[in-house]
């Protein structure tokens, strides 16, 4: 049996883009015992996957954290890996290759110099992320592709008691890349098409984006905050209960759409679709250089587009968006 680790350190959508190369390396080394290094946030999830013997969690010492690189460096070596999958691909993940003793480095595949895998594909960086993790594993002789799975991942959501018919919004995003976020007041006019229509909107995120759902909700009160409620399990469970969900190039929307909720995904010049929009069964992605200029009547023709347009098997609650109707003219 060999050891096998996969590193993978990025944000929920990185995360969430390697379900699928994740799943690939599991089936490829079906016999052997496979470890995650990856980021506290996502480590006691992941553990729950089917992919993962066991999950390793890496503090990202800052450079300077001496102590910091000798723990990451023990725990490193302690694991005696035959060979390390690089999904991470950063100039930070590749100088861990050469925290192992240069003896017994284990087989590597990503860009770090020097190793035995190497992804030699001169256009790997204008590749989608999922498509670029995929480019590097066949290069290592992982050859089969999988579709992301959230299957595993669930929980009750009895807690909220929600309403029959449910949109989720993801009004959020990084808050240093505010571009990146489609305007409050758009999402309180498509709050409200979706209420005359009997769907009640879920806003998701974080407790430092509850400011936003409140602004939402002052607009059109019959909205429904979740801000700092949800976990990862529950946000599986609600991307499958709902009709639809609209959402910035945030770490949910990946989550949701990968769930198979039918999704809009809204990208301004800060983010490029082409290279990291979400995939899943049913996604429609609308991009505007600035996302001021977009309004919620794109927003609601995409979505009728969706509705119009089913993925196989889909719940019939997807016929609902086919319907809306714009909202009024401010």
Same mark, same amino acid.
């Given at each position: 049996?060999?050891?096998?680790?996969?590193?993978?350190?990025?944000? &929920?959508?990185?995360?969430?883009?390697?379900?699928?190369?994740?799943?690939?390396?599991?089936?490829?080394?079906?016999?052997?015992?496979?470890?995650?290094?990856?980021?506290?946030?996502?480590?006691?999830?992941?553990?729950?996957?089917?992919?993962?013997?066991?999950?390793?969690?890496?503090?990202?010492?800052?450079?300077?954290?001496?102590?910091?690189?000798?723990?990451?460096?023990?725990?490193?070596?302690?694991?005696?890996?035959?060979?390390?999958?690089?999904?991470q691909t950063s100039?930070?993940?590749?100088?861990?290759?050469?925290?192992?003793?240069?003896?017994?480095?284990?087989?590597?595949?990503?860009?770090?110099?020097?190793?035995?895998?190497?992804?030699?594909?001169?256009?790997?960086?204008?590749?989608?992320?999922?498509?670029?993790?995929?480019?590097?594993?066949?290069?290592?002789?992982?050859?089969?592709?999988?579709?992301?799975?959230?299957?595993?991942?669930?929980?009750?959501?009895?807690?909220?008691?929600?309403?029959?018919?449910?949109?989720?919004?993801?009004?959020?995003?990084?808050?240093?890349?505010?571009?990146?976020?489609?305007?409050?007041?758009?999402?309180?006019e498509l709050a409200?098409?979706?209420?005359?229509?009997?769907?009640?909107?879920?806003?998701?995120?974080?407790?430092?984006?509850?400011?936003?759902?409140?602004?939402?909700?002052?607009?059109?009160?019959?909205t429904i905050d979740?801000?700092?409620?949800?976990?990862?399990?529950?946000?599986?469970?609600?991307?499958?209960?709902?009709?639809?969900?609209?959402?910035?190039?945030?770490?949910?929307?990946? &989550?949701?759409?990968?769930?198979?909720?039918?999704?809009?995904?809204?990208?301004?010049?800060?983010?490029?679709?082409?290279?990291?929009?979400?995939?899943?069964?049913?996604?429609?992605?609308?991009?505007?250089?600035?996302?001021?200029?977009?309004?919620?009547?794109?927003?609601?023709?995409?979505?009728?587009?969706?509705?119009?347009?089913?993925?196989?098997?889909?719940?019939?609650?997807?016929?609902?968006?086919?319907?809306?109707?714009?909202?009024?003219?401010?």
């Amino acid at each position: 049996m060999s050891r096998i680790l996969v590193v993978k350190l990025g944000a &929920l959508g990185n995360i969430i883009l390697s379900l699928g190369p994740f799943a690939a390396i599991r089936h490829h080394h079906g016999a052997d015992h496979v470890s995650l290094l990856t980021t506290r946030p996502w480590a006691e999830w992941l553990s729950q996957s089917p992919y993962f013997d066991e999950v390793l969690i890496d503090e990202r010492a800052e450079w300077w954290d001496l102590r910091g690189w000798l723990r990451l460096r023990r725990l490193l070596i302690a694991g005696q890996f035959d060979r390390v999958y690089d999904l991470q691909t950063s100039a930070r993940s590749s100088r861990y290759l050469h925290l192992f003793p240069h003896r017994t480095r284990p087989e590597w595949s990503g860009i770090a110099h020097g190793c035995s895998h190497p992804d030699r594909n001169p256009d790997r960086n204008r590749l989608h992320d999922i498509d670029r993790q995929y480019d590097q594993l066949r290069a290592a002789g992982v050859t089969e592709i999988f579709p992301a799975d959230l299957s595993w991942t669930g929980a009750d959501l009895t807690r909220f008691a929600l309403p029959d018919r449910i949109a989720l919004l993801a009004p959020g995003g990084s808050a240093h890349r505010l571009a990146k976020r489609w305007p409050t007041r758009r999402y309180a006019e498509l709050a409200g098409a979706l209420l005359i229509q009997s769907i009640t909107p879920v806003i998701l995120g974080t407790g430092e984006e509850s400011a936003l759902a409140r602004d939402i909700r002052g607009a059109v009160p019959g909205t429904i905050d979740l801000t700092n409620r949800t976990s990862l399990p529950e946000l599986a469970s609600l991307a499958r209960v709902a009709c639809l969900a609209v959402g910035n190039d945030t770490g949910p929307m990946h &989550l949701i759409a990968a769930a198979g909720c039918p999704s809009v995904v809204l990208f301004s010049r800060d983010s490029d679709p082409a290279l990291t929009a979400p995939r899943g069964r049913s996604v429609s992605v609308l991009r505007q250089p600035d996302l001021a200029d977009l309004d919620s009547s794109s927003v609601l023709a995409a979505l009728t587009a969706l509705g119009a347009h089913p993925a196989p098997g889909t719940s019939s609650t997807l016929a609902a968006p086919a319907t809306l109707a714009a909202p009024p003219a401010a």
